[in-house]
């Protein structure tokens, strides 16, 4: 029996082809074994991170905007900037100086007007306090007539009182009223520089005009009046608001004094031993 010999077979090509697959199969042994292994494996995100992380983004973005419209609007943005500093600390003062105590008191009032009418007097001053606006005015045209005091001496003094107090109230209103009326103004005359700057480097140009340096000064310019009237807009609103409460205090306040001055408190009933003696 004849043995047929064969030809080995060719080892440059197999080697070559070999070698072109080793990687992939190395590839994809590795990734099998990385999915086989769950401490191989990337786990996702927790969303608080990437919540930080959206956060931190965000803030770097405001802050580059904040910066570049400092830059671009100059002088009147920086000024528009510094009365808004202003306002919101005018603003957290009076919220501080109108709730922590509120001025009108309204509880204490309603209690200690209730026990002037029925006649218990020193139970309705015992009700008030000098620290709330509306309590010590009352408390003081109390005070007054249960000692007697000549009425028209009272009322100048109930008037000067209540006057310093509500002048209290509309302490920095004034300045609060002032930025509402500049701010606007302000951005006016931003825009107005802005612009003439933007045909200044037209008029510079000459027939080699740019469209994209017109529209650059424009909206440049513009810019400082959007600034003025996001300062003015809040303002405007806390300030009748603020002025609109002092207003509803002043009422209560006169609404609460008129109140003893005619509403006279009853006597206290006689007991009978003491009415058949009399």
């Known amino acids: 029996m004849t043995v047929e010999a064969t030809s080995p077979p060719a080892i440059e090509p197999a080697a070559s082809a070999l070698g072109s697959t080793v990687p992939d199969a190395a590839i994809d042994a590795s990734a099998a074994t990385v999915a086989a292994d769950p401490a191989l494996t990337s786990a996702p995100l927790d969303a608080s991170l990437n919540a930080a992380v959206d956060n931190v983004e965000t803030a770097t973005t405001l802050l580059d905007t904040l910066r570049e419209w400092l830059i671009v609007g100059g002088p009147v943005v920086w000024i528009l900037l510094g009365m808004s500093v202003v306002a919101l600390s005018i603003l957290l003062i009076k919220l501080w100086q109108f709730y922590m105590p509120a001025p009108e008191g309204t509880r204490a009032v309603r209690r200690s007007l ?10 309705a001053i015992a009700q008030l306090n000098t620290r709330q606006t509306v309590p010590a005015v009352l408390l003081l045209a109390m005070r007054g007539k249960r000692s007697g005091t000549d009425q028209q001496l009272l009322r100048e003094e109930l008037e000067r009182v209540a006057s310093f107090r509500l002048n209290q109230l509309k302490l920095l209103l004034r300045p609060l009223e002032v930025i509402a009326n500049l701010a606007p103004l302000l951005g006016l005359l931003g825009t107005v520089l ?13 027939s080699r005009v740019d469209p994209s340096v017109l529209s650059g000064g424009i909206w440049q310019a513009l810019l400082t009046t959007a600034v003025g009237l996001a ?13 609109r409460r002092v207003e509803r205090i002043a009422a209560s306040l006169n609404d609460a004094v008129t109140q003893v001055f005619t509403h006279q408190p009853k006597p206290p009933v006689a007991s009978g031993k003491v009415a058949n003696a009399a």
């Open 114 to 123: 209730a026990l002037w009418h029925q006649g218990k007097a020193d139970e």
């Open 194 to 206: 802005g612009m003439i700057v933007a045909f200044q480097n037209m008029e510079a140009a000459g």
């Open 231 to 243: 300062v003015a807009i809040p303002v405007v609103a806390v300030h009748s608001w603020m002025e």
